[in-house]
């Protein structure tokens, strides 16, 4: 994705997380530029927990 807005993904993100829906976080996460996943703490925060749960 070349356009987006951070708040967007931050809300399904938190969505997804409460719903344990890891399978997307980690779908979005390799659609958005590696750059912005990494500069924004709540977004990488997510992703971690979300692979973390796919890996038990």
Known sequence: MKVFRIEAVRAGFKKAWQEKDDQTI???????????????PKLLMWYDQAVTRIGD
């Open 26 to 40: 980690i779908g979005i996460s390799k659609r958005i530029p590696p750059k912005v996943l990494e500069e924004d």
